[in-house]
């Protein structure tokens, strides 16, 4: 069984402050990462992808990822209320039968107070 | 741009009954497409993926099936409802590449009674 596994939280920061979440995964062949951010009742959204190691920012948001030690994280800086939300780990491992899915952590819930 | 709808958001049916929910994507050709189901404090589970029309893989053993009967439209469907179908479930479709980005659609409460 392929895992992904993150901190189930909550992580709770003052509003300006970093936030950080971390997450681990199981298969050394993995290739690609993705953060998603899940309001309560919507659906996830994409808000970072990578693809090499080091790390990617964009915007408040910076992905670090290391493939040795096989973690991945999400650095959110400047902190605000409306970051509260859960935060899932996504690795794209390759499939026997095709077809690229994503493996999913069960995600680690933000707290941003003001 | 590319766009994708699932219907409906909500649903509430008793144990037995029969399930069909849909997903459609515009704006592009060929996509995967898949069903994920998130249950409480359980995380995304994908259920399952196409890669072309009539071409549908299975991740677990359930009493639900898919089917892609056109290139962008993939139906999550049931014959008798358990109350362990009970979840949020998310239609989602990437690019036919190796480094996917999946997006998703807007999801469907389903509550079994």
């Known amino acids: 069984q392929k895992e992904v596994e993150q901190n189930s939280g909550p992580l709770s920061v003052p509003e300006g402050a970093i936030a950080s979440l971390n997450c681990t995964y199981s298969d050394r062949g993995s290739q690609s990462f993705f953060w998603y951010r899940q309001y309560s009742g919507k659906s996830p959204e994409l808000i970072m992808s990578i693809y090499s190691n080091g790390d990617k920012e964009d915007g408040r948001f910076t992905a670090q990822l290391n493939k040795a030690s096989q973690y991945v994280s999400l650095l959110i800086r400047d902190s605000q209320p409306s970051d509260s939300a859960t935060y899932l780990c996504?690795?794209?491992?390759?499939?026997?039968?095709?077809?690229?899915?994503?493996?999913f952590g069960k995600g680690t819930s933000l707290l941003v107070t003001p | 741009s590319q766009t994708i709808h699932q219907w409906p958001a909500t649903l509430v049916q008793p144990v037995g009954s029969p399930l069909s929910l849909e997903c459609t994507v515009e704006?592009?050709?060929?996509?995967?497409l898949y069903w994920y189901r998130q249950a409480a404090g359980r995380g995304l589970q994908l259920l399952f993926y196409s890669v072309g029309i009539g071409q549908i893989s299975s991740e677990v053993p359930q009493n639900l099936s898919a089917s892609r009967p056109q290139d962008r439209q993939f139906i999550l469907s049931s014959k008798k409802l358990l109350l362990s179908d009970s979840g949020f479930y998310l239609c989602?479709?990437?690019?036919?590449?190796?480094?996917?980005?999946?997006?998703f659609g807007s999801g469907t409460q389903l509550s079994v009674l």
């Open positions: 996504a690795v794209n491992s390759p499939n026997s039968n095709s077809g690229y899915a994503l493996n």
């Open positions: 704006g592009t050709s060929n996509p995967n």
């Open positions: 989602a479709w990437s690019e036919g590449t190796t480094n996917e980005k999946l997006f």
